[in-house]
């Protein structure tokens, strides 16, 4: 079985400030990870995943990710908002690739000017 | 890059009524989809997994008589909703799982809203 938690449903943000998102999980095989993003009325688009290999992953629009096994976390971040950042968040597992996902609550991000 | 393409992306229905909603994989092939239901500001809940040329597998408590899938090719699935009530009203999604050369990716379409009158 596997789950996801997001901590912090909202968070709000000054623009150029850093984004930290933040995500656990529980998996009982080595997990497969993803994060989505999502803006208002639309599908998912995927901003990286974490498969093997290096624990430091880099994605779009300047996120990264880092997969902390000890700490079974999967945190999101990017060093400097911008107003189109403004979305919802989400954090997602899968036992395997191309497998169906377990997704987190979601996070909301507000960029403030 | 992989594109899947849901349709309608708007539907509205009687109550009553079946709705039918596409989803198809635009530039490969894809063996897998995945059905998701997606209630306001909350996260996206996994309906069922659709195989093509076998029978979905269904999550719990979701009743598969009353959301049937069909996956007949390659690149389409289709999420029927039956007798539709207002409680269905919902955002859909779907995603399609692509293998080969890009390694077993999961892409999403853009969603279809459903309203139940």
Same mark, same amino acid.
Request: hydrophobic share 35%.
């Given at each position: 079985?596997?789950?996801?938690?997001?901590?912090?449903?909202?968070?709000?943000?000054?623009?150029?400030?850093?984004?930290?998102?933040?995500?656990?999980?529980?998996?009982?095989?080595?997990?497969?990870?993803?994060?989505?993003? $999502?803006?208002?009325? $639309? #599908?998912? $688009? &995927?901003?990286?995943?974490?498969?093997? #290999?290096?624990?430091?992953?880099?994605?779009?629009?300047?996120?990264?990710?880092?997969?902390?096994?000890?700490?079974?976390?999967?945190?999101?971040?990017?060093?400097?908002?911008?107003?189109?950042?403004?979305?919802?968040?989400?954090?997602?597992?899968?036992?395997?690739?191309?497998?169906?996902?377990?997704?987190?609550?979601?996070?909301?991000? &507000?960029?403030?000017? | 890059?992989?594109?899947? !393409?849901?349709? +309608?992306?708007?539907?509205?229905?009687?109550?009553?009524?079946?709705?039918?909603? @596409?989803?198809?994989? %635009?530039?490969?092939?894809?063996?897998?989809?995945?059905?998701?239901?997606?209630? +306001?500001?909350? !996260?996206?809940? %996994?309906?069922?997994?659709? /195989? @093509?040329?076998?029978?979905?597998?269904? @999550?719990?408590?979701?009743?598969?008589?009353?959301? =049937?899938? /069909?996956?007949?090719? %390659?690149?389409? !699935?289709? =999420?029927?909703?039956?007798?539709?009530?207002? @409680?269905? !009203?919902?955002?859909?999604?779907?995603?399609?799982?692509?293998?080969?050369?890009?390694? /077993?990716?999961?892409?999403?379409?853009?969603?279809?809203?459903?309203?139940?009158?």
């Amino acid at each position: 079985a596997q789950s996801v938690t997001q901590l912090g449903s909202h968070v709000s943000v000054s623009e150029g400030a850093l984004v930290l998102l933040r995500c656990n999980y529980s998996s009982s095989v080595p997990p497969y990870l993803f994060w989505y993003v $999502q803006y208002p009325n $639309q #599908g998912l $688009q &995927l901003l990286l995943k974490y498969t093997t #290999g290096a624990t430091l992953v880099k994605g779009i629009n300047g996120f990264e990710a880092e997969f902390k096994k000890s700490e079974t976390s999967f945190h999101l971040t990017k060093p400097s908002a911008h107003m189109s950042d403004a979305a919802e968040y989400f954090c997602a597992v899968s036992g395997a690739a191309g497998n169906k996902l377990t997704f987190g609550g979601g996070t909301r991000v &507000l960029v403030k000017p | 890059g992989a594109v899947v !393409s849901q349709h +309608p992306s708007r539907v509205i229905c009687k109550s009553g009524t079946s709705v039918k909603i @596409e989803c198809r994989s %635009l530039d490969f092939q894809a063996t897998t989809m995945f059905w998701y239901r997606q209630f +306001p500001k909350q !996260s996206l809940m %996994l309906m069922a997994t659709s /195989n @093509e040329g076998s029978k979905a597998t269904y @999550e719990q408590g979701v009743e598969k008589d009353k959301f =049937l899938i /069909n996956h007949a090719s %390659l690149t389409l !699935s289709t =999420l029927t909703v039956t007798s539709a009530h207002p @409680e269905d !009203s919902s955002f859909y999604i779907c995603s399609a799982s692509s293998g080969g050369y890009s390694g /077993n990716t999961i892409y999403f379409g853009e969603g279809s809203w459903l309203t139940v009158v």
